[in-house]
Structure formats: structure tokens, C-alpha cells
């Protein structure tokens, strides 16, 4: 026994060079290493796997949060102190929805970040399905690029139209500026003030020092229509102010006087039709307690643009116009140039006290045919897809482009109003930040006459301010706002956007 044992040991120490004289006990050993040594690699291969793969969830998981609290954490304050307010806190919201999402006001806030949206207009001609009603598509033609223009049938369903004419009624319609004649014309463009520039000087001259300066002359110059002295008179009057440190006497303020009046004749006389139109308007406001058709057409109109619902709330009311027999509109723009001199209309409650002029800023227009015209009464646009703009190129022979009394069937593109219809024109042009920039010229357009039937139309405008803090400052105004009133009136009905600026 012990001579096989001694056998066997130095067999194992020698090592087995035949295969064929192997113990049977050996194969078993060898394997049984072997696959003790491949399962410590794969162990530790699957382990390494499974940490990285850990790691990357916990670090994937660590950037969403950060991504939710930087995205949440910093509210404007139309958005974030609203549900502070006892009314609100009731359950009862000054907007027109119910609970408007939470990242609509903040986008006005953080506007440098925010990107005004812009449909995108491919081509003319080009069909694309926008969602505006729950149980149909509506479909979106593009019209223009220049200006980008799109026409949108049965935006509103004859019904809805006729609700909103018989509103208009019941408002109570009243006359736009009338231009009936040449004598009517003449004077209509007549300065309301007939003075010497003696007089004029005298008047501005607030301590009586013989000299003018800049807020003598500012003082005097806030005007909504420009009759006294428009933006660009007074920038050439500023100009030569520059200049004389101490003021402009007498025959400084004579000579830059003269000179900024010379250039706003000349420019009237090329566009002195810009500003003539005849028919008939009222406003309807949207809030909360109108007419529920006219809750709808806002929400389709938020639906359209896709722009926040807070910045359309807080925008102008909807304007009705009656064209009847004859009536008209001549070519205008609905929105204003962006210039140091002037504020917009609608953030005058965050407005500097030193800006000279208010103006509209309307950054896109939403027009709603709410009839259909037997004949005439085209919506006309005579520049639109010109290769190039230039202002001097609408006098043509010697007729006017503008004055669609004369020259609407001279226009690039008209469009016949059909009920229900709706056009979607932008007024501005974008900064290339995502943000308003400058006027689209191409956007000039206007009302041909009416020849048979009568014309209803609504104008539904989206004011945006140029400057974003400019916007965002008159967010958090109208906020405050707000919430004085709620704390004054707490079992009155909550304020909607649109009753705080019919306030301002």
C-alpha cells in the first residue's frame, strides 16, 4: 500500500509526460483548476461593468435634477408670486386659463434666453396642418415671405363671426379718421399748433433763459401721433443740440427748426395717404368675463402663434372694423420702427419719463375676416416678395402705391375677404437672438374699397417691446399690480392681464 502511495507522489511531482499513464484522478484536478481561474477573470470583467454602468446612471440622474431646479427654481414674478394672492389661492386665476402652465410668464422674465416662436414659411404656396380645435386639423398656407404671411380658412365658423360682429354693435362703433376730399385732405395734414418759431421757442423756454436744453425741449415733445414734432424731427432738433453745450438760443433753435420741419413736408407729401383710412372700429376687450366666443378666438389665436399665453393676454384688445360702401384704408405699417426716441404704447407703466414719443409695437398681426365682400374690400399688400424695398419705388407715374383708392389692383398680392378667414402676417423682422427686431417694411398693406356689401374684420394684435428687460420690468409691474389689488379687493373677482392694462 505504502509502495503504491510512494508511486503515485512522484508521478504528481515529476509530472505526467504520456497522456495514456495518467492517473484518472488528474484530468479532474487540472479541470477543476482551469475553471476556477476563467470564473475569477469573468467575475471581475462583470463587476467593472456593472460599476460603470452605475456610475454613469447616478451621474445622468444628478444632472436631470440640477437641470429641473436650474429650470424651476427662478420664477417671474407673474408666475411665481400669483399663487400667493388670497383670490388665486382659492383656486380662481386672473388669466384666461384656469392654470396656465408655469414656464409662459417665466419666459418673459428670462426673455434674453426665451425665443419669440416664428412659423416657418418654406416656400409660397407651401400647406402645413396647424392644431388650433381639438376635432379638426385647419390648414395653414403661406401667402408671402416678405413679409411672412400665412391665411388660415375657418379660423372661426360663421357663427362665431356673426357673435362677435353683433358684440361690436352692442359696443357701439365709432368713425375712424375721414378723408372724403382734397380740401379735407389739405387740412387734415395742417399742424394742430399754427405758430411762429418765436412763439414755439418762447413756449419751450421753461425758465426763461433765453437758452434751450435738452429736457426744455423733451417736455414738450411726448405726443402719440406726432402732429407737433414726430421722432425724426425731433432726432435732427437733438442733433443740432449736440453741439451747444450750454443750450440753443434763439437763432441756433431757428435754423435746426426750419431744417427738421422741411423733411417731415417732403415726406408727407410722398406718404400723406399712410395715415388716411374711413370706416368705422370699437374694441372688445377678452378676459375673463366676456363673451366666451371671445375667450375662444384668443385661445386660438395663443394656439396659432404659439407664444406664451401671459404675453397675449397682456397684449392690446381685439379691434372690429366696418368697411361700408366706399370706405378704405391706405397702405400703413401695423407696427412702428425701433428707435432710441420712442417707447412702446403697451410697457408705458415701465417706461422711462425721458422718452420723447409712444408708439405701437406689435410684433405679428392676426386679421379675421368676419364677413365676406360681394366686391372689393381686398386686403392689399403692394410690396410684398419685391426683390428690394425702397420707399421712394411706391410712387410710380406719379401715383401714389399707398393710396389704395387709386392703385389697389397695382398691388403684389391681394387677398379677398371670405368669413372665417384669417391671415397671419409678423411685423418685424427677428434680431437673430430669437428675439423682436426690425420693422419688416414689406409688411405695408391696406384696405381697398369697398364697392358692393359691407366688410367686418378683426385685428388681434401681440405686443412685444424691442428691449427684453424693458418687457420683463413691465411683467413684474403689472405682477405688483396685481397684487395690490387683490389684497384691497379680496372678495371682488381676481383681475385678469387684460383689465390690468385697460388700467395703465
Known sequence: METIQDSLQQQEDSGVSDDSSSSPYKPSLRSTRLTAQRSSVCSRAYF?????????????????????????????????????????????????????????????????????????????????????????????????????????????????????????HLKGLMESQMTAGSKEQDESNQPLLSLSTEEVFSLLDLNQD????????????????????????????????????????????????????????EQSEKLRSVFKQRSKHTWLHQGPESHHVLQTLRNRVISLTRLPTALVEMSEPLQVFRYELGDFSNAHHDSSPTRAETACAHTRLAGNASIFTEVSCRYLTVLIYLSSVEEGGETTFPVADN????????????????????????????????????????????????????LDEYSLHGDCPVKHGLKWVAHCWVNVDPDHQQQARYQRLVAERYQAKSGMEEHSQPLSHIDLHQDL
Open 48 to 168: 467593472v461593468v456593472v460599476m460603470v454602468f452605475f456610475h454613469v446612471y447616478i451621474l445622468n440622474v444628478i444632472a436631470l435634477l440640477l437641470y429641473v431646479h436650474y429650470n424651476n427654481g427662478h420664477g417671474d414674478p407673474v408666475g411665481d408670486d400669483r399663487p400667493s394672492s388670497p383670490s388665486v389661492s382659492e383656486g380662481e386665476s386672473p388669466s384666461l386659463h384656469p392654470a396656465p402652465p408655469p414656464r409662459e410668464p417665466r419666459v418673459v422674465e428670462h426673455s434674453h434666453s426665451f425665443r419669440l416662436h416664428r412659423i416657418e414659411g418654406i416656400r409660397v404656396g407651401h400647406v402645413q396642418p396647424v392644431s388650433l380645435v381639438s376635432d379638426r386639423t385647419h390648414k395653414m398656407k403661406t401667402l408671402s415671405l416678405k413679409p411672412l404671411l400665412f391665411e388660415i380658412p375657418g379660423f372661426l365658423s360663421e357663427e362665431e363671426c356673426r357673435v362677435v360682429v353683433q358684440l361690436a
Open 210 to 265: 433765453g437758452l434751450l436744453q435738452k429736457q426744455e425741449i423733451v417736455s414738450h415733445s411726448l405726443s402719440q401721433d406726432g402732429t407737433w414734432l414726430s421722432p425724426d424731427n425731433l432726432r435732427q432738433i437733438l442733433t443740432g443740440l449736440k453741439d451747444c453745450s450750454t443750450g440753443l438760443n434763439l437763432e441756433e433753435f431757428k435754423h435746426v427748426y426750419d431744417v427738421s420741419q422741411d423733411p417731415g413736408q
Open 387 to 438: 426683390r428690394t424695398y425702397d420707399e421712394h419705388a411706391l410712387i410710380q407715374d406719379g401715383v401714389d402705391l399707398a393710396d389704395t383708392r387709386e392703385t389697389c389692383g397695382r398691388g403684389n398680392l391681394r387677398i379677398k375677404p371670405t368669413v372665417g378667414t384669417a391671415l397671419l402676417f409678423y411685423n418685424h423682422l427677428s434680431d437673430g437672438q430669437g428675439w423682436m427686431g426690425e
